[in-house]
């Protein structure tokens, strides 16, 4: 009979090449674009949500601010005209209602209006220069909790100090329209995922990691990944099956307000099981050709994918450089539209070494633990490029991540629902929240869903030594970023590019690249975001800094013997509050070893 202890992250799943596991002054130029435009620029695109007075529900009023001077922040008559004026241009019979208390005015919208109607008369009051906003009239309603029974167990969505916030962003979506595709360990059946879960792959070619007695097949059932001592190489010990898959898919979608079980944070979305992960873990082959095909990829001798995924979780991980072949398959997945979210690993280690949580094009995520600090076990380093809640049970069973499970120490058995620790647990919170922003601006790059991610992260609570990325994210306001909201959030804001192409001497002087940053006000944000483009042969030769204005230097990466990778193709996030936003930033990039050769195509600096 198998103890009540709980399973943590002693184990780590990781792709293998062998079977071995272990879980869970030189040349200035500047070229500066996207400033301050000097003529009057066409209105943004008006958002869904900005049409909404709830998700679903049509606004049937307008809160219309004007700005001070104008006749009509003051003047209810002069108001009224305005709104029957730009009822005229949009087709529409609008009528002021009356003047609310902070000197806005309310507009009703009259009968009947579709979405697209609603978004015209906002574009006619966006393109007037006497008004200073126009928001729907939104209905609120009681902020109750789901009421799955489990829910007030699970800290990483709700809690104040190092919770997600996860509950303000279903006010606004839900992620519906949205597959996440799970590359793990499969799935097993669990009763507080089933609604949500559709056709997925089992990837695993060789019958000896797969245990299901077959190869590759349209089957993604987890059969158990449970191994005897010694059976995974020499000194590994005995492991219980983990059913890995099944708590990552949890956390990401379970079912919600169904009176039993867990909540999921995207528990609109839908999850695709891809299998990957067996005995001993599984083969950058298979995760290879998992990544293609739930991206909607053509893999030969594989059905074509029916329910192609946006959002690619992958909570596992090995050692060394991210191979051209792994990159490769992500750089496709990426093209073609799909987010990738990967694990940083928990080694505590520079993610550096760790393949794919540094690979680019991706979203590496970090664990913070229930007090916001970066868990014990989690990688960290510069190219980290989030923190989620990934628990730390050394603390306190119950400081882990709750999500779904099966209580079979080897084969299936009862469902059951158990803590973990891991990035793997920190990982689906991002993926998450990445389905959240598709579904709620199906129009989102993945460079534009990692942008706000990161840019609406706030401060981690905790402490972290090494690089925790962007900060802890934060989904409430993240979604409202790039839903239309206004509560702060931002989608990434000006960005200024040097794209002119500067060779890097091999082991040689430092080079600077240089940005003329105007039209700023204050100082640089807290997440200012340093997109950078390099082409080069040995990627651990390099080192790179931020100069800011003042000769204040900032250090985005260093040198790294192991990491062997070509190029560096990223976005650093600096906390430059204290430097003055408007004047010249350099990027200084230095090659400190020999025998390799690259370039800096481009850099940006986004406010």
């Known amino acids: 009979m198998r103890t009540s202890t709980p399973r943590t992250t002693g184990r780590k799943l990781i792709s293998v090449v062998a079977v071995s596991v272990a879980l869970v002054a030189g040349t200035t130029t500047s070229v500066a674009v996207a400033q301050a435009p000097t003529a009057q620029a066409d209105p943004a695109p008006v958002l869904a949500g900005a049409t909404e007075a709830a998700p679903g529900t049509v606004a049937e009023r307008?809160?219309?601010?004007?700005?001070?001077?104008?006749?009509?922040?003051?003047?209810?008559?002069?108001?009224?005209?305005?709104?029957?004026?730009?009822?005229?241009?949009?087709?529409?019979?609008?009528?002021?209602?009356?003047?609310?208390?902070?000197?806005?005015?309310?507009v009703d919208l009259g009968e009947d209006l579709t979405r697209t109607d609603v978004a015209d008369v906002i574009a006619e009051y966006r393109s007037d220069p006497q008004v200073a906003y126009v928001v729907p009239d939104r209905l609120n309603k009681p902020k109750a909790d789901p009421n799955d029974t489990e829910y007030s167990k699970q800290w990483d969505l709700f809690e104040s100090t190092a919770g997600m916030r996860v509950p303000g962003a279903w006010d606004v979506t839900t992620g519906t329209g949205v597959t996440v595709a799970v590359i793990d360990t499969g799935y097993v059946a669990h009763s507080d995922l089933a609604a949500n879960i559709v056709g997925g792959y089992d990837f695993i070619a060789d019958t000896a990691v797969s245990v299901d007695g077959n190869g590759r097949d349209s089957n993604p059932a987890d059969p158990g990944d449970w191994y005897n001592a010694g059976e995974c190489g020499s000194g590994v010990p005995a492991s219980d099956s983990s059913w890995h898959g099944t708590h990552v898919a949890g956390t990401i979608a379970a079912v919600t307000n169904n009176s039993k079980g867990i909540a999921g944070i995207a528990y609109g979305a839908k999850i695709s099981p891809v299998r990957v992960l067996g005995k001993c873990g599984g083969y950058d082959s298979d995760i290879i050709d998992a990544i293609t095909w739930a991206s909607g990829g053509t893999v030969s001798g594989v059905p074509a994918n029916t329910n192609v995924a946006k959002v690619i979780n992958m909570s596992l991980g090995g050692d060394g450089a991210c191979s051209?072949?792994?990159?490769?398959?992500?750089?496709?997945?990426?093209?073609?539209?799909?987010?990738?979210?990967?694990?940083?690993?928990?080694?505590?280690?520079?993610?550096?070494?760790?393949?794919?949580?540094?690979?680019?094009?991706?979203?590496?995520?970090?664990?913070?633990?229930?007090?916001?600090?970066?868990?014990?076990?989690?990688?960290?380093?510069?190219?980290?490029?989030?923190?989620?809640?990934?628990?730390?049970?050394s603390t306190g069973t119950a400081n882990g991540i709750l999500s779904t499970l099966n209580a079979g120490a080897k084969t299936p058995t009862s469902e059951s629902y158990e803590y973990y620790q891991g990035t793997s647990m920190a990982t689906p919170h991002i993926?998450?929240?990445?389905?959240?922003?598709?579904?709620?601006?199906?129009?989102?790059?993945?460079?534009?869903?990692?942008?706000?991610?990161?840019?609406?992260?706030?401060?981690?609570?905790?402490?972290?030594?090494?690089?925790?990325?962007?900060?802890?994210?934060?989904?409430?306001?993240?979604?409202?970023?790039?839903?239309?909201?206004?509560?702060?959030?931002?989608?990434?804001?000006?960005?200024?590019?040097?794209?002119?192409?500067?060779?890097?001497?091999?082991?040689?002087?430092?080079?600077?690249?240089?940005?003329s940053v105007t039209g700023r006000s204050g100082n640089a944000p807290s997440t200012l975001q340093v997109g950078v483009d390099i082409t080069h042969t040995y990627r651990g030769d390099l080192v790179l800094d931020l100069v800011a204005p003042d000769g204040s230097t900032y250090r985005l990466k260093s040198s790294s013997?192991?990491?062997?990778?070509?190029?560096?193709?990223?976005?650093?996030?600096?906390?430059?509050?204290?430097?003055?936003?408007?004047?010249?930033?350099?990027?200084?990039?230095?090659?400190?070893?020999?025998?390799?050769?690259?370039?800096?195509?481009?850099?940006?600096l986004t406010f």
């Open 62 to 106: 307008l809160i219309v601010g004007y700005k001070s001077g104008a006749a009509e922040a003051t003047s209810n008559k002069a108001a009224d005209a305005d709104a029957e004026a730009k009822g005229k241009e949009a087709g529409e019979n609008l009528d002021f209602q009356r003047r609310l208390g902070t000197g806005a005015a309310l």
């Open 431 to 515: 993926a998450g929240l990445a389905a959240l922003l598709k579904s709620a601006n199906s129009s989102l790059t993945p460079a534009q869903i990692e942008s706000a991610i990161k840019a609406n992260a706030r401060a981690l609570p905790g402490s972290c030594s090494g690089g925790c990325g962007a900060g802890l994210a934060d989904a409430a306001k993240t979604v409202q970023a790039v839903s239309g909201g206004s509560d702060g959030g931002s989608t990434g804001g000006t960005t200024f590019t040097n794209t002119t192409a500067v060779s890097i001497p091999d082991n040689g002087a430092a080079i600077e690249s240089s940005i």
């Open 324 to 393: 051209t072949a792994t990159q490769s398959a992500i750089n496709a997945a990426v093209n073609r539209g799909t987010t990738v979210v990967v694990a940083a690993g928990n080694e505590n280690d520079n993610v550096a070494n760790h393949s794919p949580g540094n690979c680019n094009n991706v979203i590496s995520v970090a664990a913070t633990n229930r007090s916001g600090a970066k868990a014990s076990y989690s990688n960290y380093g510069s190219l980290v490029d989030i923190s989620a809640p990934g628990g730390q049970t």
């Open 561 to 604: 013997s192991s990491d062997s990778a070509d190029d560096v193709n990223t976005t650093y996030t600096v906390n430059a509050s204290g430097e003055v936003a408007n004047g010249t930033w350099k990027l200084r990039v230095q090659d400190v070893a020999s025998a390799d050769t690259g370039r800096l195509n481009s850099w940006k």
